[in-house]
């Protein structure tokens, strides 16, 4: 909420004013300050913007940081280097077991495209450390030859991606390494939903079914396969439909009971919706269905309503989505 928010942000600001007194922290209120508003173009509440060497021209979006720690750790990569320079196996230990996610960069040298794309990356995600290397000592003992973004999750590492330079698209491995702050299949609730929507990707696909049902377990299992192979293009999602709260969700998809289990892709930004031609939740019917959407080959969903069962009973025939064009054309 807006509350928390404040609060975390005055946190920051308190902690930020021995370390760093030079960055000031202000808040605004818009509901008078009405041509700030309109200067800024604000659209949401709440909104940090950053403004750096006294220009109010192109201030920085701050998005998706909602706690103290990430908002100075946010501003410190803005305002320093943005991660840590690695040059033993040590170091890079400790970087990867201080916290439960670390991002470690191994590069032929520190000065290339790549090398800058992560630099980037690391100020847009200040929940993780991020640290990097040219040492090859390090770099062998990872077993690691090209320029590559590890993840570690738990000392682990879960996801490596190779770095072709002057091609690595900085949006690209900031979704990427951002849905790592999420498992791989989040379950819809109140207090989820609104780290699914920091999460910079557009694309999300939703399962709907009573997690209690026999079959559940299996179904889980299919959909967690699938979702580890579009990590960072679509997000997975599983909704409860024993969960009453999540009644708004079901509406907005137009899920009924008899539909479960029901899949759908949503696209964020055109609020367009797709439902999996197959009935049954298998990892390939899963890929399938992913693929062809990101292939732009996807139909586009456009639920209708059931069709009442005296619809041709009256002179005026009641006509619905499934049964409009069979009788209209």
Request: glycine share 4%; aromatic share 10%; with cysteine.
């Amino acid at each position: 909420s807006s509350q928390n928010l404040s609060e975390e942000f005055a946190e920051a600001a308190r902690q930020l004013k021995k370390e760093a007194p030079r960055i000031q922290f202000g808040k605004i209120d818009v509901t008078h300050q009405h041509d700030l508003r309109k200067e800024f173009n604000i659209r949401e509440f709440p909104t940090v913007k950053f403004f750096v060497d006294g220009s109010r021209e192109d201030p920085i979006d701050c998005k998706g940081v909602r706690r103290a720690s990430a908002f100075i750790t946010w501003v410190k990569r803005r305002t320093g280097p943005s991660t840590v320079l690695i040059n033993s196996t040590d170091q890079a230990e400790a970087i990867i077991h201080a916290d439960n996610l670390a991002v470690i960069g191994f590069f032929k040298e520190l000065h290339n495209d790549s090398v800058e794309v992560f630099g980037e990356t690391a100020r847009d995600v200040p929940e993780m450390p991020f640290g990097m290397t040219a040492s090859e000592d390090v770099c062998a003992n990872y077993g690691i030859q090209k320029n590559t973004v590890v993840v570690f999750k738990k000392g682990k590492p879960v996801h490596n991606e190779v770095l072709e330079d002057g091609r690595q698209n900085k949006l690209d491995l900031t979704r990427l390494i951002k849905t790592f702050t999420l498992d791989l299949v989040t379950e819809y609730n109140l207090e989820t939903s609104v780290k699914i929507f920091d999460v910079p990707v557009e694309n999300h696909i939703l399962l709907f079914t009573p997690t209690n049902s026999e079959t559940f377990n299996a179904i889980y299992e299919n959909y967690k396969s699938a979702a580890a192979e579009f990590r960072g293009k679509i997000m997975f999602v599983l909704v409860d439909t024993n969960e009453t709260r999540n009644g708004r969700v079901f509406e907005y998809f137009r899920i009924r009971e008899v539909d479960v289990p029901a899949v759908r892709i949503l696209n964020l930004t055109s609020d367009a919706k797709y439902k999996m031609p197959a009935d049954e939740v298998t990892v390939e019917n899963l890929k399938e269905f992913c693929q062809s959407y990101l292939n732009g080959k996807a139909k586009l969903h456009l639920p209708s309503e059931e069709m009442p069962e005296d619809w041709d009973k009256m002179p005026v025939k009641v006509l619905v989505g499934k049964n409009f064009n069979r009788i209209v054309f």
